[in-house]
């Protein structure tokens, strides 16, 4: 038996330091996860339930510094902004993962950007429908190496910045986060039953803003191998 077509394979994102790869499956994204980010998209930050959005696999972009990649600036949009991320990946998934044992279940960490076509996101919140075309596009989801959490710990604190040509846009801590990460988790396992290789990312802080063609974006998570995109 054999495949009718032929369909392109997953990215597997390399690992810090070995020759061993991480299998991405699914990329769930959470919104609105620091204070400061959702008083700046015009939201009440008070800590209500954690609410989703997917990314599609094919979006993932490996982009590790210091060489980088380049990120073709997309379609059908004008007004493309940058959002720095801390990625989880999973090593294993289930249902009604307790908080308590969240941690057993996660892999380790990358550096990420939610890259979203905001005007076309604008348009879709305002008629009702999926965000979809505004976070999910080719080359939406650039992605540095993996680092796993024997090596990074839980990544609960920790400096995260985004700069673009040299100038710090964004700038938190992962201390910041509204819903942590075994609360995330937790939540998630309620909704889907997780698989090993799912990606969660995680929520950006204040300072998202549009970039333009020619721009060079390098985003840092402490402890973590950065990343750097420059758009073309």
Same mark, same amino acid.
């Given at each position: 038996?054999?495949?009718?077509?032929?369909?392109?394979?997953?990215?597997?994102?390399?690992?810090?330091?070995?020759?061993?790869?991480?299998?991405?499956?699914?990329?769930?994204?959470?919104? @609105?996860?620091?204070?400061?980010?959702? @008083?700046?998209?015009?939201?009440?930050?008070? @800590?209500?339930?954690?609410?989703?959005?997917?990314?599609?696999?094919?979006?993932?972009?490996?982009?590790?510094?210091?060489? *980088?990649?380049?990120?073709?600036?997309?379609?059908?949009?004008?007004?493309?902004?940058?959002?720095?991320?801390?990625?989880?990946?999973?090593?294993?998934?289930?249902?009604?993962?307790?908080?308590?044992?969240?941690?057993?279940?996660?892999?380790?960490?990358?550096?990420?950007?939610?890259?979203?076509?905001?005007?076309?996101?604008?348009?879709?919140?305002?008629?009702?429908?999926?965000?979809?075309?505004?976070?999910?596009?080719?080359?939406?989801?650039?992605? *540095?190496?993996?680092?796993?959490?024997?090596?990074?710990?839980?990544?609960?604190?920790?400096?995260?910045?985004?700069?673009?040509?040299?100038?710090?846009?964004?700038?938190?801590?992962?201390?910041?986060?509204?819903?942590?990460?075994?609360?995330?988790?937790?939540?998630?396992?309620?909704?889907?039953?997780?698989?090993?290789?799912?990606?969660?990312?995680?929520?950006?802080?204040? *300072?998202?803003?549009?970039?333009?063609? *020619?721009?060079?974006?390098?985003?840092?998570?402490?402890?973590?191998?950065?990343?750097?995109?420059?758009?073309?």
């Amino acid at each position: 038996m054999a495949h009718v077509v032929n369909s392109p394979d997953r990215l597997s994102i390399p690992v810090a330091g070995t020759e061993d790869t991480f299998p991405a499956h699914r990329i769930f994204c959470v919104g @609105r996860n620091y204070a400061d980010h959702a @008083r700046e998209m015009g939201h009440d930050p008070d @800590r209500e339930d954690p609410f989703f959005f997917e990314k599609h696999t094919s979006a993932l972009m490996f982009a590790p510094a210091p060489d *980088g990649a380049n990120l073709p600036y997309p379609q059908q949009t004008s007004d493309v902004h940058h959002e720095i991320e801390l990625v989880v990946g999973l090593s294993k998934g289930g249902n009604d993962i307790s908080i308590e044992n969240a941690y057993d279940h996660v892999w380790g960490y990358a550096v990420g950007l939610d890259m979203t076509r905001r005007d076309l996101q604008g348009v879709a919140k305002k008629a009702g429908r999926p965000w979809e075309v505004g976070k999910s596009f080719d080359h939406a989801g650039p992605i *540095g190496m993996f680092h796993p959490i024997a090596e990074a710990g839980h990544m609960s604190e920790g400096h995260i910045r985004l700069d673009v040509n040299g100038e710090t846009r964004q700038d938190g801590n992962l201390n910041e986060l509204i819903w942590k990460i075994p609360e995330i988790i937790n939540y998630l396992s309620k909704l889907f039953t997780l698989q090993a290789g799912d990606l969660i990312m995680t929520g950006t802080p204040a *300072g998202v803003g549009p970039v333009k063609k *020619g721009d060079v974006l390098e985003g840092h998570v402490e402890g973590l191998s950065s990343i750097r995109v420059t758009v073309t």
